[in-house]
Protein backbone atom coordinates (compact mmCIF):
# COMPACT_ATOMS: atom_id res chain seq x y z
CA UNK A 1 0.00 0.00 0.00
CA UNK A 2 2.73 2.47 0.75
CA UNK A 3 4.36 1.71 -2.65
CA UNK A 4 1.26 2.28 -4.44
CA UNK A 5 0.85 6.11 -2.86
CA UNK A 6 4.82 6.47 -3.36
CA UNK A 7 4.39 5.60 -6.99
CA UNK A 8 1.04 8.26 -7.12
CA UNK A 9 2.62 10.56 -5.55
CA UNK A 10 6.27 10.46 -8.38
CA UNK A 11 3.57 10.19 -11.23
CA UNK A 12 1.54 13.26 -9.87
CA UNK A 13 4.80 15.11 -9.47
CA UNK A 14 6.17 14.07 -12.86
CA UNK A 15 2.69 15.39 -14.69
CA UNK A 16 3.45 18.60 -12.65
CA UNK A 17 6.71 18.89 -13.69
CA UNK A 18 5.59 17.98 -17.55
CA UNK A 19 2.60 20.33 -17.09
CA UNK A 20 4.93 23.40 -15.85
CA UNK A 21 7.33 22.82 -18.15
CA UNK A 22 5.06 23.09 -21.52
CA UNK A 23 3.71 26.09 -20.09
CA UNK A 24 6.62 28.42 -19.24
CA UNK A 25 8.66 27.13 -22.33
CA UNK A 26 8.90 29.74 -25.04
CA UNK A 27 6.39 29.83 -27.01
CA UNK A 28 5.73 33.53 -27.75
CA UNK A 29 7.69 36.23 -29.24
CA UNK A 30 10.89 36.23 -27.61
CA UNK A 31 14.66 36.61 -28.06
CA UNK A 32 15.48 37.65 -31.68
CA UNK A 33 11.50 36.42 -32.59
CA UNK A 34 10.01 39.17 -30.21
CA UNK A 35 12.27 41.88 -32.49
CA UNK A 36 10.61 42.96 -35.70
CA UNK A 37 12.75 44.17 -38.71
CA UNK A 38 11.64 48.29 -38.87
CA UNK A 39 10.80 48.55 -35.63
CA UNK A 40 13.62 50.46 -34.37
CA UNK A 41 17.39 51.19 -35.61
CA UNK A 42 20.75 51.34 -33.48
CA UNK A 43 23.70 53.44 -33.87
CA UNK A 44 27.21 51.42 -34.21
CA UNK A 45 30.43 53.36 -34.19
CA UNK A 46 33.74 51.95 -35.06
CA UNK A 47 36.73 51.80 -32.56
CA UNK A 48 38.82 51.83 -35.56
CA UNK A 49 41.38 54.64 -35.58
CA UNK A 50 41.89 55.38 -38.80
CA UNK A 51 37.82 54.85 -39.67
CA UNK A 52 35.61 55.79 -36.70
CA UNK A 53 32.53 55.60 -38.75
CA UNK A 54 29.08 56.34 -37.27
CA UNK A 55 26.10 54.26 -38.51
CA UNK A 56 22.97 53.02 -37.76
CA UNK A 57 21.47 49.70 -38.42
CA UNK A 58 18.48 47.67 -37.73
CA UNK A 59 17.88 46.44 -33.94
CA UNK A 60 17.40 43.01 -35.56
CA UNK A 61 20.44 42.87 -37.91
CA UNK A 62 22.58 43.93 -35.13
CA UNK A 63 21.47 41.33 -32.50
CA UNK A 64 21.13 38.74 -35.32
CA UNK A 65 25.08 39.65 -36.10
CA UNK A 66 25.67 39.76 -32.52
CA UNK A 67 24.42 36.27 -32.24
CA UNK A 68 26.56 34.93 -35.27
CA UNK A 69 29.65 36.36 -33.81
CA UNK A 70 28.41 34.52 -30.64
CA UNK A 71 28.73 30.98 -32.32
CA UNK A 72 32.53 31.52 -32.67
CA UNK A 73 33.24 32.25 -29.19
CA UNK A 74 30.27 30.91 -27.04
CA UNK A 75 32.36 31.14 -23.59
CA UNK A 76 33.14 35.29 -24.18
CA UNK A 77 31.05 37.29 -21.96
CA UNK A 78 31.63 40.56 -23.75
CA UNK A 79 29.57 41.23 -26.99
CA UNK A 80 31.64 41.06 -30.03
CA UNK A 81 32.81 43.75 -32.25
CA UNK A 82 30.37 43.85 -35.69
CA UNK A 83 32.70 43.83 -38.87
CA UNK A 84 32.17 47.73 -39.80
CA UNK A 85 30.29 48.82 -42.58
CA UNK A 86 33.40 51.34 -43.99
CA UNK A 87 36.55 49.28 -43.42
CA UNK A 88 35.35 45.99 -42.49
CA UNK A 89 37.60 45.55 -39.52
CA UNK A 90 36.27 43.94 -36.36
CA UNK A 91 35.78 47.12 -34.75
CA UNK A 92 32.54 47.87 -34.74
CA UNK A 93 30.29 48.55 -31.15
CA UNK A 94 26.82 49.62 -30.10
CA UNK A 95 26.61 53.59 -29.53
CA UNK A 96 24.15 55.93 -28.34
CA UNK A 97 23.57 59.51 -29.64
CA UNK A 98 22.88 62.08 -27.03
CA UNK A 99 19.10 63.80 -27.03
CA UNK A 100 20.85 66.61 -25.87
CA UNK A 101 24.23 67.55 -27.41
CA UNK A 102 23.56 65.09 -30.51
CA UNK A 103 27.09 63.37 -29.55
CA UNK A 104 27.76 59.48 -30.68
CA UNK A 105 29.56 57.46 -28.30
CA UNK A 106 29.79 53.81 -27.31
CA UNK A 107 27.22 52.53 -25.11
CA UNK A 108 28.45 51.49 -21.65
CA UNK A 109 31.80 53.82 -22.11
CA UNK A 110 30.67 55.79 -18.37
CA UNK A 111 30.68 54.13 -15.06
CA UNK A 112 27.50 54.78 -13.71
CA UNK A 113 25.00 54.68 -16.77
CA UNK A 114 25.67 53.26 -19.51
CA UNK A 115 23.93 55.86 -21.90
CA UNK A 116 25.57 59.11 -20.30
CA UNK A 117 27.69 61.18 -22.80
CA UNK A 118 31.05 61.32 -23.21
CA UNK A 119 30.85 64.88 -24.23
CA UNK A 120 28.18 66.68 -22.19
CA UNK A 121 27.51 64.08 -19.50
CA UNK A 122 23.65 63.68 -19.87
CA UNK A 123 22.15 60.59 -19.33
CA UNK A 124 18.20 59.75 -20.06
CA UNK A 125 18.17 57.02 -17.56
CA UNK A 126 19.39 59.56 -15.05
CA UNK A 127 16.80 62.12 -15.79
CA UNK A 128 13.91 59.52 -15.41
CA UNK A 129 14.56 58.83 -12.10
CA UNK A 130 15.09 61.85 -11.17
CA UNK A 131 11.62 62.85 -12.44
CA UNK A 132 10.66 59.83 -10.73
CA UNK A 133 11.89 60.71 -7.38
CA UNK A 134 10.83 64.61 -7.68
CA UNK A 135 6.86 63.04 -8.84
CA UNK A 136 7.07 60.56 -5.45
CA UNK A 137 8.21 63.54 -3.32
CA UNK A 138 5.84 66.05 -4.94
Same mark, same amino acid.
Given at each position: MKNTIYTIVIALCLILAVVVF?? /?????????? +?? *????????????? &???? /??YQID????? *???QEKQKANP???? /?PALNCQKC +?? &???????????? +???????????? &???? /? *??GYSKTEAIRKERLKQRAG
Open positions: LM /TRSGGSSGLD +GI *ERGEKMVWIKCNN &PKCK /TEQRDYF *EQVLSLQ /T +GE &PSSFLAEKCEKC +GKIFFYGASKDH &PDRC /T *EC
